[in-house]
């Protein structure tokens, strides 16, 4: 029998009410990586904290910078143009594969043989990869008439399904932190319907090495308490290594406990070669191609945190979560006062625009407070949900100098 657990009856949620408990509990990671950018602005609540010797390395982005070449091993029935459309979003760059290939435009690629894709638009899955693209039929030959041509869309879905904003604001990337270092420690609650239900915290460990590169470790953890911690206990811990100088994660792990679900993650990214490695559990490892720049689920927001957030601009994050690749959009919307138990703080507010599919009603409904200053800390999310709404509030704060 189902009851409403949000009113404090005890009752073994069903698993669509675990996974929307979850929500709850999980902090922003499990809501997409795009559901982590919440920001929020510093007070008088804030407590100094000791910060780490900051690494001396030389940048790479350079090397990154170059166009990346997608190895594409061709399908049976596959061609040129269903190519193109799988890495270009059209049929139009079938030439350009060809000649990057150095083949014959007039035969079909051969099943099995590796060709090269310079520069794609779209980075696909492997999942993503195993499906079939359908093309549009032809265009019959038809009388001219003064009308406005439709877009041409095909079935096969694109990694980046989520809507586009009409304008995103290119800016350089960031060379100098200004936001955050070793030592910083940010403690949330988490309410739902005005029910605490758990907590949250996000630290900056102190520098380590990642292959061969100056890191900090960025930890998200998440705990439930009673009275939901009795029913559905959630014990959480994720870490994104994020490069201290060019500002790119090289690695992300976490270990989830749900209830009775146990599961652990590792993805490791090779930012030069535009190409990571995801392991789940005891699976097969997934070899993915990546964006250049790619951001993790952790790494995005703090990689956002760096950003200038000028009111009215939108900045697209290119992000790998969960073997897929897709564009974090986010917009800043206005500036305005917040109250939390920390404090009260002068914040931007700032949208995400979610992928479609999450248990958020529409892509409306989240809403992230972080500061106005240049530290960008979180201080408030609000989200709108299919059970009601979520809260997580700024509880306190230790904060390192910035060198």
Not at 81 to 87: G, L, M, N, P
Not at 159 to 184: L, M, S, W
Not at 187 to 202: P, V
Request: proline fraction near 8%; charged fraction near 25%.
């Amino acid at each position: 029998m189902k009851k409403d657990f949000w009113r404090g009856e005890i009752c073994r949620p069903s698993t669509a009410d675990r996974r929307l408990i979850l929500g709850l509990l999980l902090f922003l990671p499990v809501f997409q990586g795009c559901s982590l950018l919440f920001v929020a602005k510093g007070g008088t609540h804030y407590v100094a904290a000791k910060g780490g010797k900051v690494p001396d390395a030389a940048s790479q982005a350079v090397e990154m910078e170059g166009p990346p070449v997608f190895e594409y091993k061709v399908q049976e029935g596959d061609s040129f143009k269903t190519i193109s459309q799988r890495f270009y979003g059209s049929t139009s760059k079938a030439s350009k594969i060809v000649r990057a290939n150095h083949l014959n435009s007039r035969k079909d690629p051969v099943k099995d043989t590796v060709i090269n894709i310079v520069d794609p638009v779209y980075f696909p899955s492997p999942d993503e990869l195993r499906q079939k693209v359908v093309l549009p039929p032809a265009k019959a030959k038809r009388p001219k008439v003064s009308k406005t041509p439709q877009p041409v869309t095909t079935p096969f879905p694109t990694p980046t399904a989520e809507p586009a904003p009409q304008k995103v604001d290119k800016v350089a990337r960031p060379k100098v932190n200004n936001a955050f270092a070793p030592g910083e420690k940010l403690k949330f609650e988490i309410r739902a319907l005005s029910i605490l239900g758990g907590y949250g915290s996000m630290e900056v460990g102190d520098y380590t090495t990642v292959n061969k590169r100056p890191c900090v470790p960025l930890i998200i953890r998440a705990n439930a308490v009673l009275p939901l911690s009795s029913i559905f206990d959630v014990n959480d811990l994720q870490t994104s290594y994020f490069d201290s100088v060019d500002f790119i994660p090289w690695k992300f792990q976490n270990k989830v406990v749900e209830g009775n679900y146990k599961a652990h993650n590792l993805e490791t990214f090779d930012q030069i070669k535009h190409k990571a490695v995801r392991l789940h559990n005891e699976d097969a490892p997934e070899n993915m191609e990546i964006a250049p720049f790619s951001q993790d689920i952790i790494s995005c927001f703090y990689y956002f945190r760096l950003l200038p957030m000028e009111i009215g601009k939108t900045y697209d994050i290119p992000t790998m979560s969960g073997g897929k690749n897709y564009h974090l959009y986010v917009n800043v919307v206005k500036q305005e006062k917040i109250t939390v138990p920390a404090g009260t703080f002068d914040c931007l507010r700032i949208k995400p625009i979610i992928k479609q599919g999450t248990i958020f009603r529409t892509n409306e409904d989240i809403d992230c407070w972080v500061t106005a200053d240049s530290r960008h800390i979180p201080v408030k999310i609000q989200t709108g949900i299919v059970i009601g709404s979520i809260d997580v509030d700024l509880l306190e704060a230790n904060l390192p100098p910035i060198k």
